[in-house]
């Protein structure tokens, strides 16, 4: 069993920075796969960025490639999504979510979460304009 606490989220002005934190128990955490899936008001989940245990792939939905960066410390058992130059439309509640099956493709991403075995209860990140 994975237990997923997001924190990090909060009001920002458009342009800003955030970093959201995911931190997770269990012994395991090294060997999930991990991702950060958002859901906007009103909208469907969506991916938003993906990592993979071992080499550490990357993968990333296209509005924010260039703009969010995962990462993970296996040691300290934390993901990470650095958001930068935020926009309005990247408001949502943003989620942390492990798979067992420890490495991803860019499949991770247009599945917007499904399929993956723990959640977070998700952090609230507000961008204003």
């Known amino acids: 069993q994975v237990q997923l606490v997001e924190s990090g989220g909060g009001l920002v002005q458009a342009g800003g920075s955030l970093r959201l934190s995911c931190a997770a128990s269990?012994?395991?955490?090294?060997?999930?796969?991990m991702a950060w899936p958002r859901q906007a008001p009103g909208r469907g989940r969506e991916g938003v960025a993906c990592i993979s245990m071992g080499d550490g792939s990357t993968f990333y939905r296209n509005v924010a490639k260039g703009r969010f960066t995962i990462s993970r410390d296996n040691a300290n058992h934390t993901t990470y999504l650095q958001m930068n130059s935020l926009k309005v439309e990247d408001t949502a509640v943003y989620y942390c979510a492990a798979d067992h099956i420890g490495s991803v493709t860019a499949g991770c991403i247009s599945a917007g979460g499904s399929g993956m075995d723990y959640w977070g209860k998700g952090t609230l990140v507000t961008v204003s304009s």
């Open positions: 269990g012994r395991t955490f090294s060997t999930y796969a």
